[in-house]
Each structure stands twice: as C-alpha cells, then as structure tokens.
C-alpha cells in the first residue's frame, strides 16, 4: 500500500486508427467474395498450408493496403505440428513492401506463436525482428510472451524477457510489468509482487486499473479483504475505475469466507453508478448463492435484479420466474 501511494495514476492514451475508421467491414459481417478481415486470413492460412509463400506474401501486402488488420487468425495455418514452415514464412515477412505490413505481420506471428506457448519461437521471431532493422520491435512485440510466460508461473523466463527488451533498447512499459504483478499476485507471492512494484515506482510508469486489479486479487487471495476493499476505495478517489473483475474478486472472496451478508452489501454499496456493472455484479452473486443453496438471499437478489430492471441471464431468469414471481401471484 505504501509503494502505490507513491505512484501516481496514469491516464491511459488514446488513440484511433485511420484503418479501422475508414474500414469498418473488420468488425462487419463479411460479404463472400469481398475483401475483409476474413476474407484475406481464409485465403492467407489456405495458401500457407499449401506451402505457397508468394501468395502470402501478396496477400499480405494487399491487406494492408486494403485497410484491413491482422487478427489472431492470420497464421492460423502456423500449428505445433508444422513449426517447419516457420523459416519460410519469417522470409516472406522479410520480403514485404511496407513497412507497416511487416510490423503487423511481425507482431501478429509472434502472439500466434506465444498463444501456441511456442516461447523459443516467439523469441526467435522477435530476435528476426529486431536483427532485420528496417521494423521497430516495441512493448507490444514482446506483450504475448511474458503474458504467457507469467500465466504459466514461469517468473524467471519472464524478467529474461524483459532484459533483452532492455538490451534492444525497449524499456519495458506498465502493460509489461503488470503481467508481472498479477502473475504474482495470483499465485500469493507477496514479496515479489512488492519488488514489482518498487521497480515501477523507480521508473515513475504509474498505476491503472490492470495494476490495481492485480494488487486486489492479491489481496482476495491473502484473505486480507479490507485491504482490498481500501484498495477499491483508493481506485474511486484518484478516479480510476474499477474494472468488472476487480469487483468479482472481492465477491468471491467473501464467498469463499462464507460472508454473504457482506457480499450483499458490497455490492449493493456499489448499486446505481453503472447499470452494466450492476448487472455483473448482482448476477454473479446471485448465481454463485444458488450454487451453494442459499436461495432466500438469491431470491432477494433477483428481486432486486427486477426492480433495477437489470439484465438476467437464462438462469437467473429462471430462477426468478420459479421463486419470486411465482411466489407474488400467489
């Protein structure tokens, strides 16, 4: 608590691409035959495994002059049984005409690659990247990699990553380090999860909700509630909004202590600012109470639920019809 009151709260940027505003067919469903997102990844991924790298090559380059992104099915024709290929598609990357297609094309490979938890590939990848000179490898290179090194608990792996960010003149960013501390966070190291945050402190990177999130879930974890409860409160003053799970931690750890009461009141102290959250909120305790039979606080849960006119999944739906309304016409 008191390396975070030493950090000061980062606003996040924002930022929109030229790309998405004028090729809004990404999002859209797509026509057969015409050009989008999954237009271009069915064609490149059915060249790919056919072994035709100038057609990927093309197709690469035309999407993007085109306007369309990279998704995370791209190079799905990439899989842990065909690695091989591997060499031939880093060469096809090499030979793109823009510099923005080979970026993409870079960063998309690597976080197929890190989604496959294929790391030495990843790296390699980055490493080919970085060696090639005419693209510049960022935070958002390396992103995927130590986000899966760190859900894998692999902590070591993941701060050798981080050096040869550092190596390559890349200083790792509050996304990287807070991979880092919710990885910590997660498994209850506390020790290390405050050395991660003394390190952000002495690079001045601030705080936002990934990193606050994280430091409640530690918390939930330790069984400390009113820290994390503080900490919620801390969130709201620097005006920084809880995310949807932050609140979810702190519902399910009074579960888990068996404190309905509180986590009743809990939610209903955070009632009436966001209908969305609410809906989150209220459901999920209703839901996790039905599981475990407590089904006259449920009731008033989804009774609350109706009278906010919040939504109600099927279940709770059903279980609303069955033993509240029903109960009422009675």
């Given at each position: 608590?008191?390396?975070l009151?030493k950090l000061?709260?980062?606003?996040?940027s924002?930022?929109l691409?030229?790309?998405?505003?004028?090729?809004p067919?990404?999002?859209?469903?797509?026509?057969?035959g015409?050009?989008?997102?999954?237009?271009y990844?069915?064609r490149?991924?059915?060249?790919?495994?056919?072994?035709?790298f100038?057609?990927?090559q093309?197709l690469?380059?035309?999407?993007?002059?085109?306007?369309?992104?990279?998704?995370?099915?791209?190079f799905?024709?990439?899989?842990?049984s065909?690695?091989?290929?591997?060499?031939?598609?880093?060469?096809?990357?090499s030979?793109?005409?823009?510099?923005?297609?080979?970026?993409?094309?870079?960063?998309?490979?690597?976080?197929r690659?890190?989604?496959?938890?294929?790391?030495?590939e990843?790296?390699?990848?980055?490493?080919?990247?970085v060696?090639?000179?005419?693209?510049?490898?960022?935070?958002?290179?390396?992103?995927?990699i130590?986000?899966?090194?760190?859900?894998?608990?692999?902590?070591?792996?993941?701060?050798?990553?981080?050096d040869?960010?550092?190596?390559?003149?890349?200083?790792?960013?509050?996304t990287?380090?807070?991979?880092?501390l919710?990885?910590?966070?997660?498994?209850g190291?506390?020790?290390?999860a405050?050395g991660?945050?003394?390190?952000?402190?002495e690079?001045e990177?601030?705080?936002?909700?990934?990193t606050y999130?994280?430091?409640v879930?530690?918390?939930?974890?330790?069984?400390k509630?009113d820290?994390?409860l503080a900490?919620?409160?801390?969130?709201l003053?620097?005006?920084?909004?809880?995310l949807?799970?932050?609140?979810?931690h702190?519902?399910s750890?009074f579960?888990?202590?068996?404190?309905?009461?509180?986590?009743v009141?809990?939610?209903?102290?955070y009632?009436?600012?966001d209908m969305?959250?609410?809906?989150?909120?209220?459901g999920?305790?209703?839901?996790?109470?039905?599981?475990?039979s407590?089904f006259?606080?449920?009731k008033e849960?989804?009774?609350e639920?109706?009278e906010?006119r919040?939504t109600?999944?099927p279940r709770?739906k059903?279980f609303?019809?069955?033993?509240?309304?029903?109960d009422?016409?009675?």
């Amino acid at each position: 608590m008191l390396a975070l009151r030493k950090l000061s709260t980062l606003k996040s940027s924002r930022f929109l691409s030229s790309f998405a505003i004028h090729n809004p067919i990404c999002t859209s469903a797509t026509i057969p035959g015409v050009p989008s997102c999954t237009y271009y990844d069915e064609r490149i991924n059915k060249a790919g495994r056919e072994g035709d790298f100038d057609t990927v090559q093309h197709l690469l380059n035309k999407r993007v002059l085109d306007g369309f992104f990279h998704t995370n099915n791209t190079f799905k024709f990439i899989n842990t049984s065909n690695l091989s290929t591997l060499n031939d598609l880093l060469e096809t990357i090499s030979r793109l005409d823009n510099y923005f297609a080979r970026k993409c094309s870079y960063d998309c490979l690597i976080a197929r690659l890190s989604k496959m938890q294929c790391i030495t590939e990843a790296m390699r990848v980055a490493e080919a990247m970085v060696s090639e000179g005419r693209v510049t490898a960022n935070n958002a290179t390396f992103h995927p990699i130590i986000n899966t090194l760190t859900k894998k608990e692999e902590f070591d792996e993941a701060w050798r990553v981080m050096d040869v960010m550092k190596s390559c003149g890349i200083a790792p960013d509050l996304t990287a380090y807070n991979y880092l501390l919710t990885g910590y966070c997660y498994t209850g190291n506390v020790t290390s999860a405050a050395g991660v945050l003394a390190k952000m402190e002495e690079e001045e990177l601030g705080a936002d909700t990934r990193t606050y999130d994280a430091l409640v879930l530690g918390a939930c974890r330790a069984g400390k509630l009113d820290v994390a409860l503080a900490l919620v409160r801390r969130m709201l003053d620097d005006g920084v909004s809880p995310l949807y799970c932050t609140h979810a931690h702190i519902i399910s750890a009074f579960l888990k202590y068996n404190y309905y009461e509180q986590a009743v009141e809990f939610v209903r102290s955070y009632a009436g600012r966001d209908m969305k959250l609410d809906a989150e909120n209220f459901g999920i305790l209703a839901t996790r109470l039905i599981t475990r039979s407590k089904f006259d606080e449920a009731k008033e849960l989804v009774k609350e639920m109706s009278e906010r006119r919040l939504t109600m999944g099927p279940r709770l739906k059903d279980f609303y019809e069955l033993h509240v309304r029903s109960d009422g016409l009675r």
